[in-house]
């Protein structure tokens, strides 16, 4: 077998050389993973959360087209309108006397099924929401720069159409329906106030002449008999959700004399939960005063 020999000064030549290379190697690995410890946390990209999906989707955005621009800029005030009306439910107006100004006059609202203000224009309904107009048929409210209208009257519900090969008796039940939703609308249809009275009638819903009518306990406290009929105190909520000041003095109700609390119940609210409309004379801080109050069947059309 024949050896191999290397010279001594090549063989330490090597020996060198395999050294520095196992130190740069050390080296590399070593400055790898110092920096590794020693660099800044990666900050992630900023990602964009649209969370109003129901206003992309009236847009047309989320579906991957575009609407026309005046569907686009109405879609955002119609997701706003549907968030104030699950909040804030319309109960009634009263328009200023003339009922010429759209600006002026006062409105009733239940906030978040509890709290119920009588505003007057530019009074807020909670903070950044304000009322801004009342109309004849239900007001304007501003949030965050951008008008909502919010009706008094409500939407009447979708009639179901017939659906073709459904069972006769379903399809024959929905006219007999349609005519029961109509009738009472038909009966109601007798304003017997004159434009210039309803333009400043005060309009309450059905919900709210029964919720005065069942404060009836608390009215001695309300209406004072005084010689010239009735002396308005201590209004509070009652009172307010009629439209009266504390001093007022209510005299008459279609030209009959109020004398006593009971005379309010007779002459006033039970009219009106007939649907009837009802005219209250008196004063307001010396000045001859009338309350005009009526129901839906008096709302604009």
């Known amino acids: 077998m024949i050896a191999l020999r290397i010279p001594a000064a090549l063989a330490r030549v090597l020996a060198a050389l395999m050294l520095l290379c196992a130190l740069a190697v050390f080296a590399w690995v070593a400055a790898y ?3 590794r410890a020693a660099e800044p946390a990666a900050v992630p990209a900023a990602v964009r959360e649209d969370t109003d999906w129901s206003g992309r989707i009236l847009s047309g955005s989320a579906l991957g087209f575009v609407r026309t621009e005046a569907a686009a800029a109405a879609a955002p005030q119609a997701v706003a309108a549907a968030a104030i009306e699950g909040r804030i439910r319309l109960l009634g107006i009263a328009r200023e006397a003339g009922g010429k100004r759209k600006s002026g006059g006062q409105a009733l609202f239940r906030v978040d099924g509890r709290r119920v203000l009588w505003l007057r224009v530019g009074e807020d309904l909670d903070p950044g929401i304000t009322l801004a107009a009342v109309d004849a048929d239900g007001v304007r409210i501003t949030r965050e720069g951008r008008e909502i209208r919010l009706p008094l009257r409500e939407r009447a519900p979708a009639v179901p159409r017939a659906v073709p090969g459904a069972p006769v008796a379903s399809v024959a039940k929905a006219p007999a329906t349609a005519a029961v939703a109509r009738a009472p609308a ?5 304003c017997k106030l004159a434009p210039e009275q309803r333009a ?3 309009i309450l819903r059905p919900e709210i002449v029964d919720g005065v009518m069942r404060e009836k306990s608390g009215w001695a406290d309300l209406f004072k008999p005084a010689a010239e ?8 909520g009652t009172g307010a959700m009629l439209g009266l000041y504390g001093n007022d003095v209510l005299t008459r ?10 005379d309010v119940l007779r002459l006033v609210m039970q009219p009106l939960a007939r649907n009837e409309s009802v005219v ?3 004063a307001r801080g010396g000045q001859p005063r009338e309350w005009i109050y009526a129901g839906m069947n008096c709302l604009a059309r």
């Open 33 to 35: 993973w110092i920096w």
């Open 253 to 262: 109700a279609d030209g009959a004399q109020l004398s006593g609390p009971d």
């Open 186 to 190: 038909t009966a109601a249809d007798a």
């Open 200 to 202: 400043r009638a005060y």
């Open 229 to 236: 009929g009735l002396v308005v105190q201590n209004p509070g």
């Open 280 to 282: 209250v004379t008196g």
